[in-house]
């Protein structure tokens, strides 16, 4: 378990801008008595409070499994992927959300792309190639995506047409359970 | 004690009787060497070693001695001599072989180009003369042209051109010139021979000319593993301690510099926020450079126009009375 170096925060930044944008301050800058951090361990970027990482210190490498939130972790080519189980505080701070009709949180939960039959709301000008949250109507965080088009732009668009690309939801605890931890 | 008894122990110790052998001793007279191939008998061997040593002895020594007598002699003022033959036993060297002679730059390139060598006569034939001239030295071919006691001149020469005097001059720069390309052939060679042995006594101590394999090998990643760092060395050697510099190809890794991370867990975490505060401050300004570039407008100048020309926009408006459209231009700009 490490400090993040300039290069790996800046990566982890740069993805969670593209969902949260200047939320991330929000993050970061915390009260003193609720301040959290960034930490790497094996490759994947943990998000824990403070009293968790002078607890976690005197565990040892090899026996250090998971702490605090995981939000995703880096390729070997050293790129940053954002993983499902950051949802919750990206939900919290998402800037651009999308609501989905109960007919298409199946679909969505199974990997798909949310088509535009099955969007119920859509935060408004959202432009093109926006990192967005997924809720459905009840406001249920179930994942998150890229827009495929403008809020503007969507409503040309056929019913079977692609509104936000699916990148990860909440179903990928079933599926991935095996390599999400 | 018995005469007979003693006269017996007498024989005995002078008897010239010899031990019988498998194989008949060869002996070679030039070398004034006998050699004894019969199988040791073991039993002998054990029992009366000395005795059957000095037995051994006699019986090589008899063959090798009644076959110098079986040499012709030469009668001389100091007595009679006997010729021995040239040896037949061939023996190894007592000194390594010479090393070869190092080449000429000359004979290098000659042998890379297949170039044969050819021996130059002394003496050159003089068509004008007819006769043989030697090439060189006194009334030499090389030295005819400052030796005529006529010069022709060219129309496009001097007045005061002497014809020998250059002639000689041109000749001495030759020899100068051979003498230095001489010079730079034997330091070329000591500097190879002085190298080869260093090299030797530093990885063994084999003998001081020929390397083996193994050895040429670790010599060639040495001088491979000092380029490599020299290059890096030079690579750092600009202002920007090479950070800035491109890449080449192939370009060996810096080695030996370890990762170095902050502490894991501090009791002061400010200095941690603040430089993520810090990449997050740098991260939105540049990110907002490449939403510009995107949009088709120039960078910074870009950004300075459009709010410009919102503030005066709204200022506009203001005037006009239509204070909504205003904000909302103005709100674009932000983002």
Known sequence: ?181 | MDVAQELANYAAANSTATLDRATPIISDAGLLAAFDNSPVDSDEYKMNLNQHLLALTLTSTQSLISSLFALPTKSTSSGILTILPTPTTILPREKPLPKPKPLTKWERFAKEKGISHKRKEKDVWDEELQDWVPRWGKGGKNRQGEEQWLHEVKAGDDADLDPAKTAKAERKARIAKNEKQHAANIAAAANSAASASLSTSASSSKGKGELSQEEKKNLRERRKDELKRSMLISKTATASLGKYDGKIEGEPKAKGVKRKFEPTSTKDFKGEKESQLDVLNRLEKGVGKVKKSKKGSAGAEGELNVRKAVRFQGKVDRANGKSGGGGAASKKGKR
């Not at chain 1, 951090?37 to 005197?58: I, N, Q």
């Not at chain 1, 000008?125 to 969507?154: C, K, W």
Request: one cysteine or more; glycine letters at 6%; a neutral charge.
């Open chain 1, 1 to 181: 378990m490490r400090p993040l170096t300039e290069e790996e925060t800046k990566a982890v930044f740069e993805k969670l801008a593209n969902y949260i944008g200047k939320n991330l301050v929000h993050l970061i800058d915390r009260d003193e008595d609720d301040a959290y951090c960034f930490r790497l361990h094996k490759d994947r970027v943990y998000y824990l409070p403070l009293p968790m990482l002078h607890l976690a210190t005197s565990v040892a490498r090899p026996n250090l499994i998971s702490l605090g939130t995981c939000f995703g972790k880096f390729s070997k080519t050293q790129k940053f992927k954002l993983g499902i189980t950051c949802l919750d505080w990206i939900a919290k701070y998402a800037k651009y959300k999308v609501w989905i009709k109960p007919s298409g949180e199946l679909p969505f939960l199974y990997g798909n792309h949310v088509a535009k039959a099955h969007l119920g709301r859509i935060t408004e000008d959202t432009p093109e190639h926006q990192g967005v949250v997924v809720y459905n109507m009840a406001d249920v965080p179930l994942g998150f995506g890229v827009t495929a088009r403008s809020t503007i732009d969507t409503r040309k668009l056929d019913p079977t047409g692609i509104i936000v690309f699916h990148q990860a939801d909440v179903g990928e605890f079933l599926r991935d359970e095996d390599t999400m931890f």
